[in-house]
């Protein structure tokens, strides 16, 4: 299964495409959020370690479109401006999660999309994964974080590029959207004589 990694680039990749003014504060916020709340739904490992339980009941409720849904549309009330598209992509963010851990082989990958209506745990097997299953129960956090930090690294290299290219691809279309109206501004307006031998 991907780590918060991961998660969090495709996230903040995601983040970088919400609504408003491309400053560089009102773009490093959206994808701070994105990238957050697309590592929010491994909070399900949290609960079940907490109670006791394993990384089995990984992908469950939280993986799913409803959640999905929810918490992207109560992210977008958060932000501003508040639009359609703010929604939608902060709805993207958090699905992003589901769909990532559907691509993964493991046995623990997957996500239940269509809970509550279905309990079934997609998983297509596309993504060759790594053996990483931290267990609490047996191990410190340190030990946990340890066995983390080169697969960390690797998703870092592996996916840090997607948010740097949806950086690169927004700052062009600003930049000829902005090149666009300029060169409206400084068209030559016709003075009244031209405007009068025009007719």
């Given at each position: 299964?991907?780590?918060?990694?991961?998660?969090?680039?495709?996230?903040?990749?995601?983040?970088?495409l919400?609504?408003?003014?491309l400053?560089?504060?009102?773009?490093?916020?959206?994808?701070?959020?994105?990238?957050l709340?697309?590592?929010?739904p491994d909070?399900d490992?949290?609960?079940?370690w907490?109670?006791?339980?394993?990384?089995?009941?990984?992908g469950?409720?939280?993986?799913?479109?409803?959640?999905?849904?929810?918490l992207?549309?109560?992210?977008?009330?958060?932000?501003r401006p508040?639009t359609w598209?703010?929604?939608a992509?902060?709805?993207?963010?958090?699905?992003s999660?589901g769909?990532?851990?559907c691509?993964t082989?493991d046995?623990f990958g997957g996500a239940?999309l269509?809970?509550p209506f279905?309990r079934?745990?997609?998983?297509?097997?596309?993504?060759?994964?790594?053996?990483?299953?931290p267990?609490?129960?047996r191990q410190?956090?340190?030990e946990?974080?340890?066995?983390a930090?080169?697969f960390c690294?690797?998703?870092?290299?592996?996916?840090?590029?997607?948010?740097?290219a949806?950086l690169?691809?927004?700052s062009r279309?600003?930049c000829a959207?902005?090149?666009s109206?300029l060169?409206?501004?400084?068209?030559p307006k016709p003075?009244?004589c031209?405007?009068?031998?025009?007719?």
């Amino acid at each position: 299964m991907p780590l918060p990694v991961a998660h969090g680039l495709i996230g903040a990749g995601i983040g970088a495409l919400a609504p408003g003014k491309l400053t560089w504060q009102r773009t490093l916020l959206s994808m701070v959020v994105g990238g957050l709340i697309a590592a929010i739904p491994d909070i399900d490992l949290v609960v079940a370690w907490g109670m006791g339980g394993g990384v089995s009941a990984h992908g469950s409720y939280t993986h799913s479109i409803l959640f999905a849904v929810g918490l992207g549309a109560a992210v977008a009330l958060l932000m501003r401006p508040v639009t359609w598209r703010g929604a939608a992509v902060f709805i993207a963010a958090v699905l992003s999660h589901g769909l990532l851990d559907c691509l993964t082989k493991d046995e623990f990958g997957g996500a239940a999309l269509f809970w509550p209506f279905s309990r079934v745990v997609w998983n297509l097997g596309l993504l060759a994964n790594y053996e990483f299953f931290p267990n609490p129960a047996r191990q410190s956090w340190r030990e946990i974080a340890l066995d983390a930090l080169p697969f960390c690294l690797h998703e870092l290299r592996v996916y840090g590029a997607f948010p740097v290219a949806v950086l690169i691809w927004r700052s062009r279309r600003q930049c000829a959207e902005m090149l666009s109206l300029l060169s409206r501004r400084l068209r030559p307006k016709p003075t009244n004589c031209e405007e009068q031998g025009g007719k």
